[in-house]
């Protein structure tokens, strides 16, 4: 039996295939339109993930969308109601949207589905709807490795609820309590997003990044007037200060009165004051997640933890839940977002709706999260040859022998091989690597290749047996979801003027043997890389240790800023091209910057994307 789960419609539009309980196939719009956190209808996603499992749509029993659009209408109805008279002019912006497409999504999704597999709209499969939290929960529970577990959900919001909590047994699960929007710890950090400057839903992991350059000196005035958060984790937002359930912004006057001044413009300085709104909301994000949790093992006696949902993107909290919370294994679907609802939806259907056994996987299910395309090598020497491009097709003992001795010599290398991730994260499917040990590594892939901001930490990849080698961490960590310190023994000691220093002037104290992937609290957002789910990257730390003595490599998202991670082999020729990349790997083929016919298009291709 197949399955066709489906998110569409808000932000990072995806499917995912499932036969007989068995994730087939997932992948984001975005990567096939090339347009960053594509919401419209997954025409592509569809499409591929009916490839990869080798059926039509004719072939499907149902399709399964994540979410239930009348009860999300309900909800800012209701919404708007309560704010009379305020929010005259985000309601009409709303409605025509709601009124013309996502009022009748039923219809839509039918015309849609019918399109993609060229059928009439009658032979379109059965529409199942599942909520929000459910697609969210089922996304991390059902794929995890345990049998039982404690399932806490965090995000902005999906339809009234923006905070869940779960246990799930066996095939089923059990929802426990909620919190309703307004009261969102995602809102409150996408306000702060919003406020310091960034894009809100892309911008949240940068002011994750910026948090340990200042100090949280309004993490009292946050808890003292914006959140009431009790001792069991729960919490409510006071409205006085947001504008988010009603206006066009996140934040008001009283908010900004409230934190010494307007919001900062974005691609403006950064301040000092934006260093400090970011380590003081990190503070109070990591210590709600922390009760949350605490109340969650107490209440269901789960030594399991599964997070889903935005929140549970943010992996200095997960690193701190896991080491000082009281659950002892953590599990993080990485594609945590609304992407992952399509998994989630796909196999709540399977396991809910239509009642089948689950049977934990080894490991997990998610396949090390590489459920994309692949590429053949005639389809990539076809594309190369289409681009004029120079290349060598070399056999694995001599390619991986020189990828890891030109990565020894600090040269930047774009990596393309096997199926390509799926979720936020690079994970050395389509990934830039460089040496962890070179000082200049950091600002290099920033300011040359990623073209973003130069505060921005990158992750190391390291061979998961030697994990615990590099950093404080006794876990796996496959997903890039868990932040955990740099050993004490590589360390480098700040001289007594180092440490004097503040915000964004700390960013050039090399901080451990591994510079290039030690943020400035010694800390690092790790992935581990295991043989079973990527041989490949695999063989490529170890021969780079063979060379070098270090079983890590810097791993960053293949793409520059605003643009999505890339998909194709086009796309990586594209971005190799465009970048200060040094060679470029596409499974057996390598190539060389310097023997390209041309070296750089004009800058004007940075406006097809839109800085995140």
Same mark, same amino acid.
């Given at each position: 039996?197949?399955?066709?789960?489906?998110?569409?419609?808000?932000?990072?539009?995806?499917?995912?295939?499932?036969?007989?309980?068995?994730?087939?196939?997932?992948?984001?719009?975005?990567?096939?339109?090339?347009?960053?956190?594509?919401?419209?209808?997954?025409?592509? #996603?569809? #499409?591929?993930?009916?490839?990869?499992?080798?059926?039509?749509?004719?072939?499907?029993? %149902?399709?399964?969308?994540?979410?239930?659009?009348?009860?999300?209408?309900?909800?800012?109805?209701?919404?708007? &109601?309560?704010?009379?008279?305020?929010?005259?002019?985000?309601?009409?912006?709303?409605?025509?949207?709601?009124?013309?497409?996502?009022?009748?999504?039923?219809?839509?999704?039918?015309?849609?589905?019918? @399109?993609?597999?060229n059928c009439t709209v009658r032979e379109v499969p059965p529409l199942l709807f599942a909520?929000?939290?459910?697609?969210?929960?089922?996304?991390?529970? $059902?794929?995890?490795?345990?049998?039982?577990?404690?399932?806490?959900?965090?995000?902005?919001?999906?339809?009234?609820? *923006?905070?869940?909590?779960?246990?799930?047994?066996?095939?089923?699960?059990?929802?426990?309590?909620?919190?309703? $929007?307004?009261?969102?710890?995602?809102?409150?950090?996408?306000?702060?997003?919003?406020?310091?400057? $960034?894009?809100?839903?892309?911008? /949240?992991?940068?002011?994750?990044?910026?948090?340990?350059?200042?100090?949280?000196?309004?993490?009292?005035?946050?808890?003292? %007037?914006?959140?009431?958060?009790?001792?069991?984790?729960?919490?409510?937002?006071?409205?006085?200060?947001?504008?988010?359930?009603?206006? &066009?912004?996140?934040? =008001?006057?009283?908010?900004?009165?409230?934190? /010494?001044?307007?919001?900062?413009?974005?691609?403006?300085?950064?301040?000092?004051?934006?260093?400090?709104?970011?380590?003081?909301?990190?503070?109070?994000?990591?210590?709600?997640?922390?009760?949350?949790?605490?109340?969650?093992?107490?209440?269901?006696?789960?030594?399991?933890?599964?997070?889903?949902?935005?929140?549970?993107?943010?992996?200095?909290?997960?690193?701190?839940?896991?080491?000082?919370?009281?659950?002892?294994?953590?599990?993080?679907?990485?594609?945590?977002?609304?992407?992952?609802?399509?998994?989630?939806?796909?196999?709540?259907?399977?396991?809910?709706?239509?009642?089948?056994?689950?049977?934990?996987? %080894?490991?997990? #299910?998610?396949?090390?999260?590489?459920?994309?395309?692949?590429?053949?090598?005639?389809?990539?020497?076809?594309?190369?040859?289409?681009? %004029?491009?120079?290349?060598?097709?070399?056999?694995?003992?001599? &390619?991986?022998?020189?990828?890891?001795?030109?990565?020894?010599?600090?040269?930047?290398?774009?990596?393309?091989?096997?199926?390509?991730?799926?979720?936020?994260?690079?994970?050395?499917?389509?990934?830039?690597?460089?040496?962890?040990?070179?000082?200049?590594?950091?600002?290099?892939? =920033?300011?040359?290749?990623?073209?973003? /901001?130069?505060?921005?930490?990158?992750?190391?990849?390291?061979? @998961?047996?030697?994990?615990?080698?590099?950093?404080?961490?006794?876990?796996?960590?496959?997903?890039?979801?868990? !932040?955990?310190?740099?050993?004490?023994?590589?360390?480098?000691?700040?001289?007594?003027?180092?440490?004097?220093?503040?915000?964004?002037?700390?960013?050039?104290?090399?901080?451990?043997?591994?510079?290039?992937?030690?943020?400035?609290?010694?800390?690092?957002?790790?992935?581990? !890389?295991?043989?079973?789910? =990527?041989?490949?990257?695999? +063989?490529?730390?170890?021969?780079?240790?063979?060379?070098?003595?270090?079983?890590?490599?810097?791993?960053?998202?293949?793409?520059? +800023?605003?643009?999505?991670?890339?998909?194709?082999?086009?796309?990586?020729?594209?971005?190799?091209?465009? *970048?200060?990349?040094?060679?470029?790997?596409?499974?057996?083929?390598?190539?060389?910057?310097?023997?390209?016919?041309?070296?750089?298009?004009?800058?004007?291709?940075? =406006?097809?994307?839109?800085?995140?």
């Amino acid at each position: 039996m197949h399955i066709l789960g489906i998110s569409a419609y808000y932000h990072d539009s995806a499917a995912c295939l499932v036969r007989d309980g068995e994730i087939v196939a997932a992948a984001q719009e975005e990567r096939f339109t090339r347009k960053k956190h594509d919401a419209g209808f997954p025409h592509h #996603a569809v #499409a591929f993930c009916l490839a990869a499992g080798g059926v039509s749509l004719r072939d499907v029993q %149902h399709v399964a969308f994540y979410d239930k659009p009348l009860l999300k209408f309900e909800r800012l109805l209701e919404t708007y &109601l309560a704010y009379v008279p305020k929010g005259f002019r985000s309601f009409v912006a709303a409605m025509p949207v709601w009124l013309k497409e996502k009022l009748f999504l039923k219809t839509t999704l039918r015309k849609e589905l019918a @399109a993609v597999g060229n059928c009439t709209v009658r032979e379109v499969p059965p529409l199942l709807f599942a909520e929000h939290h459910q697609s969210h929960a089922a996304s991390a529970f $059902f794929p995890s490795p345990f049998r039982e577990a404690a399932v806490l959900c965090l995000d902005g919001v999906g339809e009234w609820a *923006t905070t869940t909590a779960w246990v799930g047994e066996g095939h089923a699960l059990h929802k426990r309590w909620e919190i309703h $929007f307004p009261h969102s710890l995602g809102l409150l950090y996408s306000a702060f997003t919003y406020f310091t400057g $960034f894009k809100v839903n892309s911008g /949240e992991y940068k002011l994750m990044g910026l948090a340990p350059y200042g100090e949280p000196r309004y993490a009292g005035q946050i808890l003292e %007037h914006l959140v009431d958060l009790k001792d069991d984790g729960s919490f409510r937002l006071n409205m006085d200060y947001f504008n988010f359930a009603t206006g &066009l912004t996140m934040t =008001n006057r009283r908010f900004a009165g409230l934190f /010494e001044g307007p919001a900062r413009k974005p691609e403006s300085q950064i301040t000092q004051r934006e260093m400090d709104l970011a380590a003081s909301i990190q503070q109070v994000t990591e210590e709600i997640v922390l009760r949350l949790g605490r109340t969650l093992h107490a209440e269901t006696g789960q030594d399991n933890l599964c997070m889903a949902g935005g929140v549970a993107l943010n992996c200095v909290a997960n690193g701190r839940l896991l080491r000082e919370g009281p659950f002892k294994r953590l599990w993080l679907q990485p594609a945590a977002g609304d992407a992952g609802g399509a998994v989630g939806a796909a196999l709540a259907a399977w396991h809910e709706y239509l009642g089948h056994p689950r049977e934990p996987a %080894h490991g997990d #299910a998610m396949r090390g999260g590489y459920l994309g395309p692949r590429f053949s090598s005639d389809e990539i020497r076809s594309a190369l040859d289409a681009q %004029h491009a120079t290349f060598r097709e070399l056999d694995d003992d001599i &390619l991986f022998d020189l990828v890891a001795a030109l990565l020894n010599q600090e040269n930047v290398v774009g990596w393309f091989q096997g199926r390509m991730e799926f979720g936020p994260r690079a994970l050395g499917g389509r990934s830039i690597v460089g040496d962890p040990r070179s000082p200049r590594m950091q600002s290099t892939m =920033n300011l040359k290749i990623k073209y973003r /901001e130069s505060f921005r930490p990158f992750a190391p990849s390291v061979l @998961a047996e030697r994990a615990g080698d590099y950093f404080e961490l006794e876990t796996e960590s496959p997903y890039m979801l868990l !932040v955990a310190p740099v050993r004490e023994a590589l360390r480098i000691p700040m001289s007594e003027e180092q440490q004097r220093l503040f915000g964004i002037e700390k960013l050039h104290v090399p901080r451990s043997s591994i510079p290039a992937v030690t943020h400035v609290d010694f800390s690092a957002r790790i992935q581990t !890389v295991h043989e079973e789910t =990527n041989p490949r990257y695999h +063989r490529l730390l170890r021969a780079f240790e063979e060379k070098s003595g270090c079983a890590v490599l810097v791993n960053t998202s293949f793409n520059v +800023r605003g643009e999505p991670i890339v998909c194709t082999p086009e796309d990586a020729y594209r971005c190799f091209m465009r *970048t200060e990349m040094d060679y470029l790997v596409l499974e057996n083929f390598l190539l060389a910057k310097s023997e390209q016919p041309h070296l750089r298009d004009s800058d004007e291709w940075k =406006n097809e994307f839109t800085l995140d």
